[in-house]
Structure formats: C-alpha cells, structure tokens
C-alpha cells in the first residue's frame, strides 16, 4: 500500500467579482500517493490551474479540509503555511520565471537559502542538482543566455532544492519546443524514478504518458481516474494511446 502524501476533503473554491461569483472547485476529493507521478487532464477552463494552486497552498480553498503527511493545513496560519511553501513543495510553471540578474547557481541557492537547511548543504544539494539537469558547465551564465529548455531544466531543479515531499508542475512543457520538452519530461521522470513524488497538469500526451495515474477533471470534479501501473506497459507511445482512449471516453 502506498501512503498518502496529500489529501483534499470536499474542496470549494469559489472566485467573487462585485456580484457575479464562480463555483470553480466543487466539493472534490483527492489523494496523491506517495512516490507517484499522478497527472491532472481536462478541458481548458475545467479547475486544473486553481486546484493545483489549492493543493499547493499558493491559493487558499473556501471550504474543505488539506492534509499534507497526515497533518491537516488547511487551517495554518500563515507563517506556517509560508514554511510549507518554502520547504516542503516545489512548484514549476509553465514560464521558468527565473531572476535574470542571477546567475543559474544563483538562482537555485537562492530559493535554497529560503528553506530551513544549512547554507553547506544547500551548495551541496544545489551541485548534485545543476549535474543531474546537465547544466554544471552553464552554472554562471544568466538566464538570457540560455535556451527555453535550459532554463526550464534550472526552474525545475530550483523547485526541488529544498528536498520537497511533492513537486507541482502546471503545464512545465507548454513553452517549449519538441526537443526541449522531450529534456524536461527525461528530467521529471528521472527525478519521479528516484522516489519524487510528482503532480503534474498537461495537455499534452507526450507529458501525461510519463504519469502512471491520471485525473480528469470537468466541472471543477475529478471525473474518473487512469492508472497507467495495471498495464504493465513501459512504450510511451502505448501509454499515450491508453492515455488518449480514456481522455476521449470522457469528453475530452
Ligand atoms: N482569480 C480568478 N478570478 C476569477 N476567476 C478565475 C480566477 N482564476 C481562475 N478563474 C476561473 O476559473 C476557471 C478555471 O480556471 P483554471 O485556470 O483553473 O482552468 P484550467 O483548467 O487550468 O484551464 P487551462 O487549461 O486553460 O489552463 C475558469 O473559468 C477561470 O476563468
Ligand atoms: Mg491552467
């Protein structure tokens, strides 16, 4: 049995604008497992985004309950909820939104020196990182001297320098180009494979075929899930086609 990492209970999330109002996460329920690569899929509009800054805690839900590692943090105040953030999620968008007057190491230390581990460790953690993304050589460049695959590969590496319990990524492949995306889904699914735990929003099969559970989400509800484990299947090109029969079956 794997264990849960996170959990949301009858999550809401409602948007208010003057009087019009938007139920755009309605009573959903959901878990992630530990050491799973688990991808959110659904229409554009359907919740994805918003659940994901839920679950992350970068958004606040209007009702519900959230348990990261069994303990609920819904209901933090916000110093604890900013320590959350800081040391126990990464998030990578589908822009690097990296610093450019820092420097590829820089900008990695940097969200390394916001966690809680010594400096020593940080530089440690921060080398193994800028090796594993293949980018040791480039570690004093700045951001406008790299290509959009690089920098994504920096963004990543920056979302998993404080040792997170789980990586979120939105859409991390839709800025780039082929080649580069095939980069930055060899990274997640290397980092996934060392025990990561992943949450990953696409709509891109090349990106989903990495996952081994699947969400769809419609009406801001998870509608039906895909786990990819029963298969048995290592091609990504079979897993892409498993993948598109389920999206298609629920109205994709
Ligand atoms: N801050 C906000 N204020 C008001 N409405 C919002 C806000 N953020 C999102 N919404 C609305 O919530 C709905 C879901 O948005 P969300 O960004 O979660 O969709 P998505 O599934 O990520 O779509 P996409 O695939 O296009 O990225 C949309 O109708 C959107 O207009
Ligand atoms: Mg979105």
Known sequence: MKSIVLEGKSLCKTFTNGEVSANVIRNLDVEVYQGDFTVIMGTSGAGKSTLLYLLSGIDDITSGEMYLNEKRIDNLKENKMIDIRRNQIGFVFQEPNLIDDFSVYENIIITGYLG???????????????????????????????????????????????????????????????????????????????????????????????????????????????????FMVDSLEEREKYIFDFIMSKGW
Do not use: W
């Not at 460049?141 to 959009?148: D, I, M, R, V």
């Open 116 to 230: 809680t581990k010594n400096r020593k460790e940080v530089h440690r953690n921060t080398d193994e990182l800028l090796e594993k993304i293949d980018m040791i050589e480039h570690k004093n460049k700045y951001p406008s001297q790299l290509s959009g695959g690089q920098k994504q590969r920096v963004a990543i590496a920056r979302s998993l320098i404080n040792n997170p319990n789980i990586v979120f990524a939105d859409e991390p492949t839709g800025a780039l180009n082929a080649k580069q995306s095939k980069q930055a889904l060899d990274l997640l699914s290397n980092i996934n494979g060392s025990g990561q735990t992943i949450l990953m929003v696409t709509h891109d099969l090349k990106a989903a075929c990495r996952g081994n559970r699947i969400l769809y989400i419609k009406d801001g509800k998870i509608d039906g899930e895909l786990n990819l484990d029963q």
